[in-house]
């Protein structure tokens, strides 16, 4: 029932922006309130993968560690599939992709598809009969490359910066325009300042050295 409940709330979690957006845009349907439906959507899942990697309390016990750690890995699919759905039906609605914001939307998602590579080559933990296979490339890698767990580990942290790059890139747009849609604008930039805080608090309190007890 907690799991039920916890992918329930998860992917209700873009409906007030994307309600608060289509407002902004008059309501309607069509090739472009589609794509900014699917782009307030991706944007809220993506700050998601962060409260994701925070491991909430809440979450693990909803889920089970092993549970939230396969959700983490899996999303990342679904979500680099509605950006590049989002970028499709902005271009299809007449939008040109040389702006500034299009180049940056399109520089992160390079980002992300690179992060995803990389977490499945070097940080998922595979149990198929391909594993045996990734296990000796992970030793090649190691020893000809100096690509390890850790040096991935630390290139994959790079999604942060993408994750404020993805920002601006909303910013942006011109359904964030601050005078026609403030909760909105204002809403996504608080989702991201929320999942990166949750991030942020996990990866310093994972970093403290355990406190030690003093000699009686």
Not at 117 to 139: D, G, H, M, S, Y
Request: net charge positive; hydrophobic share 55%.
């Amino acid at each position: 029932m907690k799991r039920t409940i916890f992918f329930i709330a998860y992917f209700l979690t873009p409906a007030i922006p994307v309600a608060l957006y289509m407002r902004s845009l008059g309501g309607g349907s069509g090739v472009y309130p589609g794509s900014v439906a699917l782009g307030i959507t991706a944007f809220i899942l993506i700050c998601n993968q962060y409260i994701l990697a925070s491991r909430p309390a809440f979450i693990v016990k909803a889920l089970g560690l092993k549970g939230l750690l396969a959700f983490h890995g899996i999303m990342p699919i679904v979500l680099i599939g509605m950006a590049g759905m989002h970028s499709q039906l902005k271009k299809a609605a007449g939008f040109p992709d040389d702006t500034l914001q299009a180049t940056i939307g399109a520089a992160t998602l390079v980002v992300f598809i690179a992060a995803a590579v990389l977490a499945v080559l070097f940080l998922a933990n595979i149990n198929l009969p391909i594993a045996l296979k990734l296990r000796e490339f992970r030793k090649w890698a190691q020893e000809r490359l100096g690509l390890g767990y850790k040096l991935t580990r630390a290139l994959h942290n790079v999604t942060v910066v993408a994750g404020l790059a993805i920002m601006v890139h909303v910013l942006l747009a011109s359904s964030s325009d601050f005078t026609a849609n403030p909760v909105g604008a204002g809403w996504m930039t608080a989702w991201l300042a929320l999942s990166l805080g949750l991030y942020a608090r996990y990866r310093l309190n994972g970093r403290k050295a355990p406190a030690t007890r003093a000699p009686a």
